[in-house]
């Protein structure tokens, strides 16, 4: 039971600080404002006993990926005279595409268990460590080794772009 | 739940808040007093003898301080920037074993607030929010300087990350384990440093660069930058940013005492038993994190500020290829020691 209000705690807290996200005026803030999501979400893994994806979730995306965020931000100095006006078509344009998105993801988690039910099953050691890797090594590893070359892929595309051209042919 | 346990768990709690703010501030007037003896000065002796009482003079006066917040900050992101710093300073602290089992009153009492499994992944988390402190402290004061010690603050952070944390993947190799408590337990016999000098070399080079402490402290560069990023703060916020500098300090000195210097481990340690063990690996312990603290200092007033360029160049080129191949070299040989050649 107790559990089941910190879930509801906890969810009512990701959804108020996500649609900060949106909501709040200026940019940097609204980065921090992702930043408290995402360290909600990292607490709804670890009430779900995935303390692994928990961590992982406040190194990568709250410690690094956020990080770079924020710098890119802070050095643009954004203010509200600069900011760029969108026209009236893509403001129209990215409702539509964003309204389609929520509906898509309704109707793909309707069937999902109701809030806190599903903490009451979290007696399971999948999300340890160690079952983990244990999993991402043995029946996993094909997926997994993919997924690192696509991320080396990503980081030389990256390399090569921030180059500039005179540098390659050197 | 256990209420003895909760109360257990609560009294460790509180006194770890104690201790590392008081080590916090006495680390303050150690510092001064070493400063003093390296440049052949007397050092604070005003306060109480021998200046015992500057730390307490220096708390009571940065509260009595005027609290100024600039017209055109950002207030709320002024106030909490060096609240999230002292935050991040003070968690680590949590899953850090402090000593071998204690015997009172008829409990097992460990001397460790959680023993999570995950133990120095949670460490890298917290220091990876570490440098939001700074970021939104330096970014809301509204200060070109400011700003400027921000950026650099967020960039050497990020940059030292990745070598620190490949340094201690090798650590992680060796013990089998992710939890701080299994890796002190695996260092009874011979302590991680004879395997790992070179990962030792680079993660304490990383560790000085996280903590923005000299060589690498550009963030607060005070001949380049008026004061770096709390060149605006005042009062008790700029009190409670450099009391955190002091306090992740002290526990990442611990963090290297465990990784690589066996953490309450000491030499005989086979012939105590009981209380008395808890208590010698206790005053272990603090003896090693008192030796790190030590060196750090001693770096500060030895070696002169690196160059912003000279300071990447040493992150990236020359500390994470340096770590990576030790990775790999250490991977090499463990897979030969489980037969894999």
């Given at each position: 039971?107790?559990?089941?209000?910190?879930?509801?705690?906890?969810?009512?807290?990701?959804?108020?600080?996500?649609?900060?996200?949106?909501?709040?005026?200026?940019?940097?803030?609204?980065?921090?404002?992702?930043?408290?999501?995402?360290?909600?979400?990292?607490?709804?893994?670890?009430?779900?006993?995935?303390?692994?994806?928990?961590?992982?979730?406040?190194?990568?995306?709250?410690?690094?990926?956020?990080?770079?965020?924020?710098?890119?931000?802070?050095?643009?100095?954004?203010?509200?005279?600069?900011?760029?006006?969108?026209?009236?078509?893509?403001?129209?344009?990215?409702?539509?595409?964003?309204?389609?998105?929520?509906?898509?993801?309704?109707?793909?988690?309707?069937?999902?268990?109701?809030?806190?039910?599903?903490?009451?099953?979290?007696?399971?050691?999948?999300?340890?460590?160690?079952?983990?890797?244990?999993?991402?090594?043995?029946?996993?590893?094909?997926?997994?080794?993919?997924?690192?070359?696509?991320?080396?892929?990503?980081?030389?595309?990256?390399?090569?772009?921030?180059?500039?051209?005179?540098?390659?042919?050197? | 739940?256990?209420?003895?346990?909760?109360?257990?768990?609560?009294?460790?709690?509180?006194?770890?808040?104690?201790?590392?703010?008081?080590?916090?501030?006495?680390?303050?007037?150690?510092?001064?007093?070493?400063?003093?003896?390296?440049?052949?000065?007397?050092?604070?002796?005003?306060?109480?003898?021998?200046?015992?009482?500057?730390?307490?003079?220096?708390?009571?006066?940065?509260?009595?301080?005027?609290?100024f917040i600039p017209a055109k900050a950002d207030k709320?992101?002024f106030?909490?920037?060096?609240?999230?710093?002292?935050?991040?300073?003070?968690?680590?602290?949590?899953?850090?074993?402090?000593?071998?089992?204690?015997?009172?009153?008829?409990?097992?009492?460990?001397?460790?607030?959680?023993?999570?499994?995950?133990?120095?992944?949670?460490?890298?988390?917290?220091?990876?929010?570490?440098?939001?402190?700074?970021?939104?402290?330096?970014?809301a004061s509204n200060n070109?300087?400011s700003?400027?010690?921000?950026?650099?603050?967020?960039?050497?952070?990020?940059?030292?990350?990745?070598?620190?944390?490949?340094?201690?993947?090798?650590?992680?190799?060796?013990?089998?384990?992710?939890?701080?408590?299994?890796?002190?337990?695996?260092?009874?016999?011979?302590?991680?440093?004879?395997?790992?000098?070179?990962?030792?070399?680079?993660?304490?080079?990383?560790?000085?660069?996280?903590?923005?402490?000299?060589?690498?402290?550009?963030?607060?560069?005070?001949?380049?930058?008026?004061?770096?990023?709390?060149t605006e703060y005042s009062?008790?916020?700029?009190?409670?940013?450099?009391?955190?500098?002091?306090?992740?300090?002290?526990?990442?000195?611990?963090?290297?005492?465990?990784?690589?210097?066996?953490?309450?481990?000491?030499?005989?340690?086979?012939?105590?038993?009981?209380?008395?063990?808890?208590?010698?690996?206790?005053?272990?312990?603090?003896?090693?994190?008192?030796?790190?603290?030590?060196?750090?200092?001693?770096?500060?007033?030895?070696?002169?500020?690196?160059?912003?360029?000279?300071?990447?160049?040493?992150?990236?080129?020359?500390?994470?290829?340096?770590?990576?191949?030790?990775?790999?070299?250490?991977?090499?040989?463990?897979?030969?020691?489980?037969?894999?050649?």
């Amino acid at each position: 039971m107790s559990l089941q209000i910190i879930s509801i705690i906890l969810g009512s807290l990701t959804l108020a600080a996500a649609l900060m996200v949106v909501l709040s005026k200026h940019p940097v803030r609204s980065v921090i404002y992702l930043v408290v999501t995402f360290f909600l979400i990292t607490s709804m893994y670890i009430m779900m006993n995935a303390q692994f994806l928990a961590v992982v979730n406040m190194i990568v995306y709250a410690g690094a990926i956020m990080v770079l965020f924020l710098f890119v931000l802070m050095l643009l100095n954004l203010n509200k005279e600069m900011e760029p006006v969108t026209a009236k078509g893509s403001q129209l344009a990215a409702f539509i595409a964003g309204g389609s998105l929520f509906l898509v993801l309704i109707t793909a988690l309707k069937d999902t268990l109701i809030l806190g039910q599903s903490y009451r099953e979290n007696h399971s050691q999948i999300g340890l460590v160690k079952e983990l890797g244990n999993l991402l090594f043995s029946k996993y590893i094909v997926a997994f080794e993919l997924t690192s070359i696509l991320f080396i892929a990503a980081m030389v595309g990256a390399i090569l772009l921030a180059k500039r051209e005179n540098q390659i042919i050197e | 739940m256990d209420t003895a346990l909760l109360i257990e768990k609560s009294i460790l709690v509180i006194l770890l808040f104690l201790v590392s703010l008081g080590a916090a501030a006495y680390m303050t007037y150690f510092e001064r007093k070493l400063a003093a003896w390296i440049q052949d000065r007397v050092g604070p002796d005003r306060a109480g003898p021998f200046g015992i009482l500057q730390p307490i003079a220096d708390g009571v006066k940065m509260f009595l301080k005027e609290d100024f917040i600039p017209a055109k900050a950002d207030k709320w992101l002024f106030i909490i920037g060096p609240g999230i710093a002292m935050f991040t300073a003070l968690i680590t602290s949590a899953v850090i074993p402090w000593g071998p089992k204690l015997h009172l009153f008829g409990r097992d009492i460990v001397l460790q607030v959680a023993d999570i499994n995950i133990g120095i992944l949670y460490v890298f988390g917290v220091i990876s929010i570490g440098v939001y402190g700074i970021m939104i402290g330096g970014w809301a004061s509204n200060n070109k300087y400011s700003l400027y010690g921000a950026i650099r603050a967020s960039s050497q952070m990020i940059s030292y990350e990745l070598a620190m944390g490949v340094s201690a993947i090798t650590i992680v190799l060796l013990s089998g384990s992710l939890s701080l408590n299994a890796i002190v337990e695996g260092q009874s016999a011979v302590w991680n440093i004879v395997y790992q000098p070179v990962a030792f070399l680079i993660f304490f080079i990383c560790a000085l660069a996280e903590l923005n402490r000299a060589p690498f402290d550009l963030p607060e560069c005070e001949s380049e930058l008026v004061g770096g990023y709390h060149t605006e703060y005042s009062s008790m916020k700029l009190g409670l940013y450099l009391f955190a500098e002091y306090t992740s300090m002290f526990v990442s000195s611990a963090i290297m005492a465990i990784l690589f210097f066996g953490g309450y481990n000491f030499p005989g340690m086979s012939h105590f038993s009981g209380n008395t063990l808890a208590i010698l690996g206790i005053a272990a312990f603090a003896t090693k994190i008192f030796i790190f603290i030590f060196v750090i200092m001693w770096i500060r007033w030895t070696i002169p500020r690196f160059r912003f360029d000279q300071l990447m160049h040493l992150g990236w080129k020359s500390l994470l290829p340096l770590s990576l191949i030790n990775l790999l070299v250490t991977g090499l040989v463990i897979a030969y020691k489980n037969g894999w050649f």
